[in-house]
């Protein structure tokens, strides 16, 4: 299994590459679409990073706020039913998150 974040765009071409792989891929990325609009993203990414293994699995995060102690984020695909989960950082910045 591999987690990736395919958000940064080398780690992207480098997992695009795996399709003939048998393992299966974690996509994660940081993106700052709409809600409703995640789970769209979300079989989007599924699909772009499939390998031999199977479609990948999507965690999206999207920040909601920040502060200058904490960072929220909501996290899109370890819901099964397609859910968010909140999740509040102590820590702050995009960077941490």
Known sequence: MLVANVA???VAALVAGLA???GRVVATALVDDPAQDLPKVARGISEQYA???????ALLGRITATTPSATQLEIHGL??????VPTRLALAGRHNA
């Open 20 to 22: 003939d792989w048998s």
């Open 51 to 57: 390998t031999a293994g199977g479609p990948a699995t």
């Open 8 to 10: 940064d765009d080398g």
């Open 79 to 84: 819901d099964p039913h397609g859910g968010t």
